[in-house]
């Protein structure tokens, strides 16, 4: 047997193996100087997914180059999600820090956690097979479980966690099933071979179909769409909010990998039945997210519900592919890089809005009720202006980059001819400018009751100011990032 | 330099109120100062706009085309002719006026009041000069986000029932009308540009819901009856500046809107919408008239006043010919001079007395002399006295009405009773008769900087009363081109 053996072509898979290395290092590092210097072990976080950049940079191709026997590729698409995901990680880790060295949360294991699902999610993005594709998921989600649960004190994180784990295992359950029904159809765990068994025609479509639904509700699960959102809510309010943040940015962009590689590069031969599921789906979540989250009252399960509403908008491009039965890739290209483009401005928004609460937030204090952001705008103007451009920029108001988003996607539905669909999903985003309305009108128009200064140190506030201006700057300017995802995709599929 | 005359009159503005925001509400002073040059200088760049526009041409002036987004093909496309050119002067004027309202009134963050109107003030220039359907669409929307504010912030008791209402009626509107623009894009295989769509064909069925979209939006912008009644509610609780913007130019968009989309890109929709379009017009100036009437409040008489004249507005232009037309827009832009002094009228009596009712009014002439000259005035102008503005868009329009149907005509002219009577009924019970309570007799009569802004726009209303040519003017050759293009069909 072990004559067989080639060593696969690790370069690749170079940034995940760097990070894998790095955080042995964080671990010895945490161990002999957790206790007096706990510094380090952020730094060193930080430093390891700079690196990992780095390396995905340096290493990206042109092709897209498949390894360990197909089971990994590493395309275009691969790189820039993986960017996204560094970048968006890196963020969480200054805007976290204060809070979490406040409540005593800075542990190494938070650190650690955080890069093994940094880790899991770059598996996702570059998995090109049911396996790994599963590895990676599992990989991001118990490290989620844990971070969930960081604070093992707090009733409620313990409580949203066992939550998350229950149904989060659930899904898995459901995907693997889903996966198995497909290998059994096609014979193929590789999702080219997959793909190229469909495309040959000679598969059982009844078990295919079946195996489809699971998948699809996996892929559900991951992104928060209604039915399969119960547990968005629960986890983003009980989570500490460092942990909602880190959630809420990231893990989006990594299921939306999923959902594209699993669905178009693998299934794309049942895109006719997929998208419908989708259409339901989508319209569901943006319905019931955007309803929901007017009656919240903390703020950090109004965003839930709006990630619920948001990962609808943003399925409106995926499920726009394909038009009147066939594919053309130009179309196809236009509806998958809108939906990209609409979780990477999304999961910038994310960031911004869950940075308000951090910014707000002090030793012994969360800031995630709505009353806790009245007469923001006496406190401070310029943090106001900055959380008034995030909530616009959610509600789809120009000049913002959440309104490009929303464009994208409607256009990609209606060039497939959902029109009925746009209109539906733009109505409902009129229901959704309500409650992002109503915390401008908390900012500005009321008086403020927590008059307390805002404590956050130098680092949150330039980055949330930056936060801000990126999310008003690349509305003014949306085409580069649009190109972006572009050309990600026409590189890769 | 005059290629760029639009951007400077969009950017001057907008950018001119980052160091009145930065400035920072504890130094008033500078921050006033501040925001008179921005706005004077806002002006200023729009009066070459004028001077240098040739009124022959019908088609687009000042034009100025870059990529903007390649990705869609949106551009930064900018140009005006005859029917928009004046409204940017209009609104460059207007908020030089609403500055100088607020100078003293103001007690609350000013700087963020001034910054909110210079902003807002850019980004309607931006709708008036939009070629481009994205571009258009981002600065229609963007706007309602400084009037959110300034309703919400600086505004009555009910502020924020307004404010909310305001935007989400607006957002209604807008986002159906976005929806339409992207199956235009997608229609005319990958364009954005106003100019082409207005050459698309477009068959019968999409033309009708292409129009019903944009009549969505335009008229609650404009307001018509139904969807007018997010108006009062914002006009009563909004700042006198808020009023005056809201009546003079933000109203004007929704009017504008139908003569930039709905007339030229689906002709036939709306000509055959058209009888419906006037019904609605009608029932606006009558019913709306005499709602009016009864008004005990004068920012809602004045508001209601408004969606009357708007009706009429709406009116010229669906009976398709050339006097319905101009003197539709000649009524637009005197309503603006009417309508933003009228709010300013009662805003300098608010300031004083703290109240709207007109019952708490009386004898306002013994106290103060000379505004009362002034508001008699331009009560006059609003409901279409002769040698003012308001007569001649109003007459144009009739006569255009009695050349369609003569019924027509009879019934838009009832206007003229109905105006006047509501409005000198007001000014009969607010300025004349014996000082009706001890806070009107404590009235002090209106300062150098009142006079200032108020006889600056009874100058304007009595200028264009007398001698409307130099606005008819303009409009001519790009309304007689409207029409024409408006009379074939695209099917």
Avoid at chain 2, 2 to 28: E, K, M, Y
Avoid at chain 2, 409 to 426: D, H, K, N, Q, R
Wanted: with cysteine; net charge neutral; hydrophobic share 60%.
């Amino acid at each position: 047997m072990l004559n067989n053996f080639v060593m696969p072509d690790l370069y690749p898979a170079a940034p995940e193996i760097f990070l894998l290395l790095m955080s042995f290092l964080v671990l010895f590092v945490d161990l002999f100087f957790g206790a007096t210097h706990r510094w380090m072990a952020a730094m060193l976080t930080g430093v390891s997914l700079l690196g990992a950049a780095l390396i995905t940079l340096v290493t990206s191709d042109a092709q897209p180059v498949l390894t360990f026997s197909g089971m990994f590729i590493d395309d275009m698409l691969a790189d820039f999600l993986k960017l996204m995901t560094y970048f968006a990680v890196l963020m969480m880790l200054v805007y976290s820090r204060q809070y979490l060295a406040d409540r005593g949360l800075d542990k190494g294991e938070f650190y650690l956690l955080v890069i093994y699902a940094t880790m899991g999610m770059m598996i996702m993005i570059s998995a090109a097979n049911f396996i790994t594709m599963y590895l990676g998921l599992e990989l991001m989600s118990l490290s989620l479980y844990g971070l969930v649960a960081i604070d093992r004190d707090s009733t409620r994180s313990t409580e949203a966690a066992m939550k998350y784990f229950v149904l989060g295992a659930l899904a898995s359950g459901l995907l693997l099933y889903g996966m198995s029904m497909v290998y059994g159809a096609t014979g193929s765990l590789e999702l080219g071979g997959i793909a190229q068994a469909l495309y040959q025609g000679q598969t059982e479509k009844t078990v295919l179909v079946f195996g489809l639904v699971f998948i699809v509700a996996g892929v559900a699960f991951k992104l928060g769409l209604v039915p399969f959102h119960m547990w968005i809510p629960d986890v983003y309010h009980g989570a500490p909010t460092a942990i909602t943040m880190f959630i809420g940015s990231a893990p989006k962009l990594a299921a939306f990998a999923m959902a594209l590689r699993l669905l178009v590069y693998g299934l794309l031969g049942l895109a006719a039945d997929w998208q419908k599921m989708l259409l339901v789906l989508a319209v569901l979540s943006i319905g019931l997210g955007n309803l929901a989250a007017i009656a919240q009252t903390n703020l950090k399960r109004m965003l839930a519900y709006s990630a619920i509403s948001h990962m609808g908008y943003m399925v409106l491009g995926l499920m726009s592919g394909m038009v009147a039965g066939k594919i053309d890739p130009f179309t196809a290209t236009n509806a998958y890089s809108s939906a990209l483009y609409y979780t990477v401005a999304y999961v910038l928004m994310s960031l911004g809005a869950f940075g308000a609460i951090l910014l707000l937030s002090r030793a012994g204090y969360e800031a995630e009720n709505l009353e806790d952001f009245k007469g923001l705008n006496k406190r401070s103007p310029w943090f106001a202006a900055m959380m008034l451009i995030m909530m616009f920029s959610m509600a789809g108001i120009p000049f913002f980059i959440g309104f490009f988003a929303k464009f994208a996607v409607l256009l990609a539905a209606i060039k497939a001819g959902y029109v009925a669909v746009a209109v539906i999903a733009v109505m409902f985003s009129l229901i959704g400018a309500f409650y992002y309305l109503r915390v401008v009108k908390l900012m500005y128009f009321d008086a403020p009751v927590d008059s307390a200064p805002i404590t956050a140190g130098l680092d949150v506030r330039v980055l949330f100011s930056l936060n801000g201006i990126a999310v008003a700057g690349l509305g003014l300017f949306p085409n580069e990032v649009m190109m972006l995802c572009t050309t990600a995709l026409l590189r890769s599929v | 330099m005059n290629q760029q005359l639009l951007s400077l009159a969009i950017w001057v503005p907008i950018l001119g109120a980052l160091p009145v925001f930065w400035a920072g509400s504890d130094r008033r002073c500078l921050v006033r100062w501040l925001a008179l040059a921005v706005a004077v200088a806002g002006f200023l760049v729009t009066i070459p706009l004028y001077t240098g526009f040739d009124p022959k041409i019908a088609g687009m002036q000042f034009v100025e085309q870059a990529p903007w987004i390649p990705r869609f093909n949106v551009q930064y496309f900018l140009g005006v002719d005859g029917i928009s050119m004046p409204f940017i002067l209009l609104n460059a004027f207007i908020t030089v006026m609403v500055v100088l309202a607020g100078w003293e009134v103001i007690e609350e963050k000013q700087a963020q009041y001034m910054g909110a109107f210079l902003v807002m003030s850019g980004l309607m220039n931006g709708i008036f000069s939009a070629l481009d359907g994205v571009l258009f669409y981002v600065f229609f929307e963007a706007s309602l986000i400084p009037m959110y504010i300034i309703i919400g912030v600086w505004g009555g008791p009910n502020r924020v029932y307004a404010a909310i209402k305001f935007f989400l009626y607006t957002l209604l509107g807008s986002l159906l009308m976005l929806v339409a623009l992207l199956w235009l894009f997608l229609e005319s295989r990958g364009s954005f540009n106003i100019l082409d769509w207005q050459q698309l064909q477009i068959g019968m069925k999409p033309q009708i819901l292409i129009f019903i979209a944009f009549l969505v939006s335009f008229a609650v912008k404009v307001p018509m009856w139904p969807v007018h009644t997010w108006l009062p509610d914002a006009h009563v609780e909004a700042p006198t500046g808020g009023s005056v913007v809201l009546a003079a130019i933000a109203l004007k968009l929704g009017a504008y809107g139908f003569v930039r989309f709905s007339l030229p890109i689906v002709p036939d929709a709306a000509h055959y919408m058209a009888n419906f379009m006037i019904t609605l017009s009608l029932i606006a100036v009558v019913y709306i008239g005499f709602v009016a009437l009864v008004q005990t409040d004068m920012k809602k008489l004045i508001a209601y006043s408004s969606i009357s004249h708007m009706g009429f507005v709406t009116l010229g232009f669906f009976i398709f010919n050339q006097l319905g037309i101009e003197g539709a827009l000649v009524q637009m832009i005197s309503h603006g001079f009417v309508s933003g002094a009228m709010f300013l009228c009662v805003g300098v009596m608010y300031d004083r007395v703290h109240s709207r009712q007109i019952a708490d009014y009386g004898g306002v002439v013994h106290t103060m002399p000379k505004f009362a000259a002034l508001f008699v005035f331009f009560a006059m102008a609003n409901s279409g006295l002769p040698a003012t503005s308001g007569f001649v868009g109003e007459f144009m329009v009739i006569l255009g009405a009695i050349k369609a149907n003569f019924w027509l005509g009879f019934l838009a002219a009832t206007t003229l009773i109905l105006g006047a009577a509501y409005t000198l009924w007001m000014i009969k019970r607010v300025v004349y008769g014996p000082v009706g309570n001890h806070h009107v007799a404590e009235m002090q009569d209106i300062s150098g900087r009142e006079f200032l802004f108020l006889a600056l726009l009874a100058l304007c209303v009595l200028g264009m009363g007398l001698y409307p040519f130099p606005f008819t003017e303009v409009m001519h050759a790009s309304v007689d081109n409207l029409l024409k293009h408006v009379a074939v069909s695209k099917l």
